[in-house]
Every structure is written in structure tokens, then in C-alpha cells.
């Protein structure tokens, strides 16, 4: 089994910094991307911000220049620095993992963002 914990979300008001990390841990093999992903409220579930194994990454353009995604292979982990934050970036943000001899997708339980003053 495999599982993904993640940890860091929370309050912040506007134009505060929060960084959520995710920790994959169980029957890890060949780990390929990771990623961060979020749903707000009456919304589809989006894609925030992904890092391959050598550490190329993607972004949504909502997050470019205020997000930096960033991962350490020899622990599992991925880490999401968020800056700038607005309120438009609340919801609940979810770590992704693409592992296994065949490569399949896992998610974690999701971490709430709040941006509010």
C-alpha cells in the first residue's frame, strides 16, 4: 500500500505565504511525477503545479511566478511554497503520485487552504 500525507494547510490572509508538503511512504517503487492539485467549492479538482523525477515542472498559470513546487527524492517528498497568496486560491489542495511498476496514480486526503482576512 501506498500513502500520501500531507501537512501545512491552513488561514492566511492575503498576500500571506503558506508551504504544504507531502510525504509518500509504504511500497514505493519508481516514483515517477508529483504534484499538487485543488478544489474549491462547486469546482472541478485542478491541476496547481507537477515535478518529475528530474525535477521538471508544470504550472497553472494561476500559480506561475507565486508558486514554487519542489520535491526530495530520497525522502518521497514534494513541497509546495505559496506566495502572494489570494483569496480565489482557497480550497482544498491535494498531493498526487504517479508510481509502480506500472505506473498508477495516488492522492492524498487533502489539506484546507484558506485565504481570507
Known amino acids: 500500500q501506498v500513502q500520501l500525507v500531507e501537512s501545512g494547510g491552513g488561514l492566511v490572509q492575503p498576500g500571506g505565504s503558506l508551504r504544504l508538503s507531502c510525504a509518500a511512504s509504504g511500497n514505493i517503487f519508481r516514483l515517477y511525477a508529483m504534484g499538487w492539485y485543488r478544489q474549491a467549492p462547486g469546482k472541478q479538482r485542478e491541476l496547481v503545479a507537477t515535478?518529475?523525477?528530474?525535477?521538471?515542472?508544470v504550472y497553472a498559470d494561476s500559480a506561475k511566478g507565486r508558486f514554487t513546487i519542489s520535491r526530495d527524492n530520497a525522502k518521497n517528498l514534494v513541497t509546495l511554497q505559496m506566495n502572494s497568496l489570494k483569496p480565489e486560491d482557497t480550497a482544498v489542495y491535494y498531493c498526487?503520485?504517479?508510481?509502480?511498476?506500472?505506473?498508477?496514480?495516488?492522492w492524498g486526503q487533502g489539506t484546507q487552504v484558506t485565504v481570507s482576512s
Open positions: 498526487n503520485a504517479l508510481l509502480g511498476v506500472v505506473p498508477t496514480a495516488y
Open positions: 515535478i518529475s523525477s528530474g525535477s521538471d515542472t
